[in-house]
Every structure is written in C-alpha cells, then in structure tokens.
C-alpha cells in the first residue's frame, strides 16, 4: 500500500479539509479499499488511477473525484509517482454536491481560488469559512451542458482515448498507440475524438500537459527544468513558451506571484 500523509487545512463541525500526500509506490493490497464517509477527492499535484464497478478514471488537476462511504474501489499509480490532494470531508458535501456522478471537471479558475485559500490556511493564516465554501463552490458549479449528438459508441471511443492520454501524456504516447487502445483506426480516432470532446488528441494532451505544469508550479518547489520535463516537455524553453500562451505569464513569474506554502515546500 501507498504511504499516505493528512494533514489538517480547515476544520469545523461539518466541513474539514485535509492535504494528503501519497509516495505513489503501489503494493499487494489487502483489502478492497472504500472511505467510511462522502468525501470530495481534487488533486493538487500527480495523478492516480480510479477504478470501481461504474466508473474508471484519471484523477489529475483537471479531474475531481467523490467518493461513496463504503462503495469498494482501487487506487493505483501505474506511472509509480505521487500526489498530493485535498480531501474534503463532512455533511458539508450532501448539502452542497447533489451529483451523482463519480468524476467532475475542475477548471483552471476555480484551481486556482481553491489552491489560493489552501495556500494561506497550510501558512497559518486565518481562513474564513466563506472563503472556503466559495472556492469549493466554484468546483462544484455544474459544468456547461453539451450536445455533439455522438453515438454511446462514439462517447466510449472518445473517452477511451480520453483516459489513455490522461494517464500516458508524459510517455510520448502516439495517435496510433492511443487508437490501438481503442480498437479503432487512428483516423477514426480523430474524428470521433473531435465529434465527443470538441477539441483534438494532441490539444487534448498538451492541455493536460499544461495543467499539470501550472499544478506543479503552484503547489510544489521543483525548479521548472524539472516541472517542464515530469509534464512531458521537451525542456524548460518549451514549456515557458507553451505556459505564456495559455496562462498569460512565464511558470516563473505565476510562481513568483503566488504566496509560498509551508506545505508546498516540501511537497515531493
């Protein structure tokens, strides 16, 4: 099993909210693991893998996870690195997240106001209640409905693809390899891809890349030769470049503007 770390953020009677930090070193489990209570899982920095009978996933800084008290599920970490999340906990979460779905979007905005109230409560700074609840409200906003009339067919291909990328965009993993995942040609691929997702492949995983980054930049101390390369750049003038186009401002300067974290410092 993975070494695990919690450590408090915000506590009160019904709403508490943890960083917990996992080495990713997977082992023989021996048990199914399940949670004793609802709990909203979002990753800071890393990834790991979600399984249970309804739902596999890619849990990273774009993707959000619940958990069902004893609904048995299993985390792996199949590219053997670690993560660090922030669980949220408490009765809290059935008043405000109704869904019933197991994964969520996490959006960059709303990334960043929670990371920017986490960063002053894990300094010691006081922490209003409505601060927090705004931050994981804007998490929890319903996402904007779509409507690309795909086929269930089409859906599965899509986010079959979706989840290979997700958890390979660090390997240099090919159109080819991802279709062949599939069971579908690599020109079909794109098609249906485009059609389900509304963006391309390769945006797709350069976004993914790039959320990645923006995570490690702000949550971790890594020199940013070593936060382009863990994302999957080619180096540090590649994602500098690639960063300023999507954020506005060099990994340099986003670090620079955002207030350092006791936590954060030693984040691995």
Avoid at 72 to 79: A, F, G, K, L, V
Avoid at 112 to 130: E, F, I, Y
């Amino acid at each position: 099993m993975p070494r695990l770390h919690a450590a408090p953020l915000f506590s009160a009677p019904d709403l508490q909210l943890y960083r917990v930090t996992c080495d990713g070193q997977d082992g023989p489990r021996l048990k199914e693991e399940a949670v004793d209570s609802n709990r909203l899982v979002l990753a800071l920095h890393g990834r790991f893998q979600f399984r249970d009978p309804k739902t596999r996933a890619v849990v990273s800084p774009g993707v959000g996870l619940r958990l069902s008290p004893r609904r048995p599920c299993e985390i792996s970490h199949p590219h053997g690195s670690g993560d660090a999340c922030v669980s949220v906990r408490g009765d809290w979460l059935r008043r405000w997240d109704s869904s019933d779905a197991t994964t969520l979007p996490v959006g960059e905005d709303a990334y960043r106001k929670l990371h920017a109230v986490l960063t002053h409560a894990s300094a010691g700074a006081p922490v209003d209640r409505l601060q927090v609840e705004e931050a994981l409200g804007l998490v929890l906003a319903p996402p904007e409905p779509t409507s690309s009339g795909a086929s269930q067919r089409e859906r599965d291909i899509a986010h079959a693809i979706a989840h290979e990328a997700a958890l390979h965009f660090d390997a240099g993993t090919s159109v080819e390899d991802l279709a062949r995942g599939a069971r579908v040609s690599a020109f079909h691929a794109c098609r249906v891809f485009r059609k389900v997702m509304g963006t391309g492949i390769h945006q797709f995983i350069q976004e993914v890349r790039l959320r990645h980054a923006l995570a490690l930049v702000l949550d971790t101390r890594r020199p940013l030769a070593e936060v382009a390369l863990e994302a999957g750049f080619a180096n540090q003038g590649h994602l500098g470049n690639a960063f300023r186009r999507r954020f506005g401002q060099s990994p340099g300067a986003t670090r620079k503007a955002h207030a350092p974290s006791r936590f954060s410092a030693g984040a691995s």
